[in-house]
């Protein structure tokens, strides 16, 4: 970023943008384009990147013109996109490649199989077997979940989470089969 910006960006010389589609007042929480959008753009350029972030969180949140009831509406629309079974395609989109590959069409290869049982191990395994260590890949999760929920949510976001919700759905299964065994 230093090289690109000649200044520190500790991110990405975008993040205010991109902030600013994703949380707008016109904004869906998955793609849009706000209508003032390129007269914005036009506006920022030539900006430090500093300046121009915060121009972009400034017509963020000025487009609610005080009431953010519909920004906490979108923020648990979100919220769930990010956590529901369905793939939001944003560049690639999962059900189109599904045509091409069997295997990725198999339901035990998709975040609708992984999410809720990873999701339910992960409780589980924090409410019954708590102990500091099993909670570094929870921690993980919550950290990269609030980290994207200020952009625009889509399917490929929930990938680096994927890695932990196959482990908790192991131990979910592992933790059912073994409670249906015991009874």
């Known amino acids: 970023n230093y090289l690109v910006s000649g200044e520190f960006v500790l ?9 600013f589609l994703g949380n707008n007042i016109e904004a869906n929480g998955i793609q849009s384009w706000n209508k003032d959008f390129k007269l914005f753009k036009e506006a920022v350029e030539g900006m430090a990147p500093a300046e121009e972030y915060d121009f972009w969180l400034k017509k963020t949140f000025e487009s609610y013109k005080g009431n953010y009831y519909p920004f906490l509406l979108l923020t ?36 609708s199989f992984f999410g809720p049982l990873g999701l ?17 890949p929870v921690i993980l999760y919550l950290s990269y979940f ?5 952009l625009m ?4 976001f929930r990938l680096a989470v994927m890695p932990y919700l ?11 089969f073994s409670t249906i065994k015991l009874k």
């Open 11 to 19: 991110i990405s010389t975008n993040v205010g943008e991109t902030f």
């Open 76 to 111: 648990l629309k979100k919220i769930a996109f990010f956590l529901g079974c369905w793939d939001i395609p944003n560049n690639i989109s999962l059900q189109a490649s599904e045509s091409f590959s069997r295997l990725l069409a198999f339901p035990m290869f998709q975040y």
């Open 120 to 136: 339910t191990g992960m409780v589980i395994m924090c409410l019954l077997f708590f102990k500091i260590r099993n909670l570094l």
């Open 146 to 150: 609030i980290s994207v929920l200020p």
């Open 153 to 156: 949510i889509h399917g490929r």
């Open 166 to 176: 196959i482990i908790y759905s192991g131990f979910f299964l592992d933790f059912l």
